[in-house]
């Protein structure tokens, strides 16, 4: 009985020493992100990272766009999922999680689209500063579509697309088939739709406004990768 006690005592201090860390996560983006219930497949990588890395999480859910100003502010300390191509000045960990974006169209629509700049021909939706997190071809399309344009919300997209607002819209594939779900009453999800595998898998990182963060979460990180950690978080998820 002693030594139960001396496991609940030790785990409390440990919990009293953490680091607090103020973490900007993003909005609602289901398997990845489900906001509002501490929990998603990048949620939970993180988390368990920085658990790893002695600090405990206080999360921040917003706009990525209003995340990197809060960042660049100083008014918290690390944003997920970003990377290097961002454009906001930070020390960014090693890839923590890929997103496979892909351009959607109705298939009904018949389109022609085998590289990034096709997308060019089309109106376009896609989500915040993908412009700069999906690489340079993607920027240059972006920069001169005038028929471009991203959402702050993950879920208006699937509604873009379906209701045929919008032609082409890039999103991760598993976030947009979850979110079929949670439209369904408000437009025909059952159109076949057409998957234009243009981009490589997109690596995302965690960007910290110290170095010394920076490093310890990259040690964390690595800790539930070799530890197993890692492995169960993504079994979790298989099904999406």
Known sequence: MQWMLG????????SAMAEPLRLGIGTHKPPYVFQGEARGLEYEIVEAAAKHAGFAIDVVHMPIERLHWLLRRSEIDAIATTNELSGI?????????????????????????????????????????????????????AQSNPRYREEA????????????????????????RYL???????????????????????????????????????QGLAEIRANGEYRAIERRYAMY
Do not use: C
């Open 153 to 176: 919300q993950q879920i208006a997209r699937n509604r873009l697309l379906y209701s045929g607002r919008i032609e082409v819209v890039v999103a991760d594939i598993r976030i947009l």
């Open 7 to 14: 496991v609940v005592l030790l785990w409390f201090s440990f």
């Open 89 to 141: 000045q930070a020390f960014y960990s090693q890839p923590h999680i890929y997103y496979q974006n892909v351009a959607v169209a109705l298939r009904s629509r018949n389109y022609k689209i085998e590289r990034i700049a096709d997308l060019s021909n089309y109106s376009v939706s896609a989500f915040q500063r993908a412009r700069f997190l999906l690489g340079r071809e993607f920027q240059r399309m």
């Open 180 to 218: 079929n779900r949670e439209v369904l009453h408000q437009v025909d999800v059952s159109q076949p739709l057409a998957q234009y595998s243009i981009f490589a898998p997109t690596p995302y990182q965690v960007g910290f406004r110290r170095e010394a963060q920076r490093n310890r979460f990259n």
